[in-house]
């Protein structure tokens, strides 16, 4: 019996007067991303935040290439580096640096939103202020993430504040481009939208600070970088209305880019590497390569 008990309060354990419910080692993580270089580019205490690198084969520093900056999903909660593994590979097979970014998450660093903004920031600075050894055009920088990690990408280029303090501000954290997988861009209430939206009903005390602070959609403005959304027509999690308000609204200002690419039926995480036999994987890939061809011109 008391042994039971045990189990049962193992299962549980309590961080500054709250308990929280321990949850199993997550499925691949701590990352295993063979062929990656792995870059230390914040500490946060006694937590080592990292960058996985892929670079083509005939890389130098000599020659700077654009970067693309990926953020995995997973509800700000757990996740890992590993989802946009393969985006990497092919991406560093066409001639990118591509780097898959490690970020503080609720089930293992109790943090919240906010703080995963902060990273998300700190990464791209990092990237761009390291450019010359890493061998990245700095005004070439991309942010992509799916779900969670696509509203970070959001986040970098819209969201003003939510830095982390020891930052550098003189280094900008805005991307130069952006590509999202169905990413939660609503986060606050919108007039005349009355869907349920992905983290939309959390309260200032759960997200870190006010929705509206957190929310891409209200901070759109314009001359804004290039953005294209992947979403699925048939996701529930975050809802494809969401995107097309989110694409309205970049169109109401000069300067704005905004591309958004439906499939019909599709749910969250459609895109994801081994799902479909990896149609819409192909597919999202190949489209987001054509997007970033236009950024070279």
């Known amino acids: 019996m008391y042994k039971q008990i045990f189990m049962v309060f193992s299962l549980f354990f309590i961080l500054n007067g709250q308990i929280f419910a321990q949850r199993p080692a997550q499925k691949n993580y701590p990352p295993d991303l063979p062929g990656s270089k792995e870059i230390t580019y914040k500490t946060v205490g006694e937590t080592t935040l990292k960058l996985y690198m892929y670079t083509p084969k005939d890389h130098s520093p000599n020659q700077p290439r654009m970067a693309v900056v990926f953020f995995f999903g997973g509800g700000w909660s757990s996740g890992t580096p590993k989802q946009f593994e393969q985006q990497c590979l092919t991406l560093a097979k066409h001639g990118y640096v591509a780097i898959t970014v490690d970020y503080r998450v609720a089930s293992r660093h109790q943090v919240k939103p906010t703080e995963c903004v902060a990273d998300a920031k700190s990464a791209i600075r990092y990237v ?3 450019a010359k050894v890493l061998g990245i055009l700095p005004n070439k920088i991309v942010a992509a993430g799916g779900s969670a990690g696509g509203h ?7 969201l003003p504040g939510l830095d982390d303090p020891k930052d550098d501000k003189n280094v900008s954290s805005v991307p130069n481009a952006v590509v999202m997988f169905n990413p939660a861009v609503i986060i606050a209430p919108v007039v005349d939208f009355n869907e349920k939206t992905f983290g939309g009903n959390r309260d200032a005390k759960s997200l870190g600070c006010e929705p509206k602070a957190i929310s891409p959609f209200h901070h759109v403005g314009k001359n804004l970088p290039p953005m294209i959304i992947f979403h699925g027509k048939g996701d529930t999690t975050v809802p ?3 995107v097309e308000l989110f694409q309205e609204e970049m169109k109401k200002f000069p ?4 591309e958004l690419v439906g499939y019909e039926g599709q749910p969250h995480g459609f895109f994801n590497y081994g799902r479909n036999e990896n149609k819409y994987y192909e597919d999202t890939t190949q489209k987001m390569l054509k997007f970033l061809e236009t950024l070279e011109k």
């Open 255 to 258: 300067g704005n880019r905004c």
């Open 240 to 242: 494809y209305r969401t």
């Open 152 to 158: 970070l990408a959001a986040s970098t280029a819209l």
């Open 128 to 130: 761009r202020s390291h």
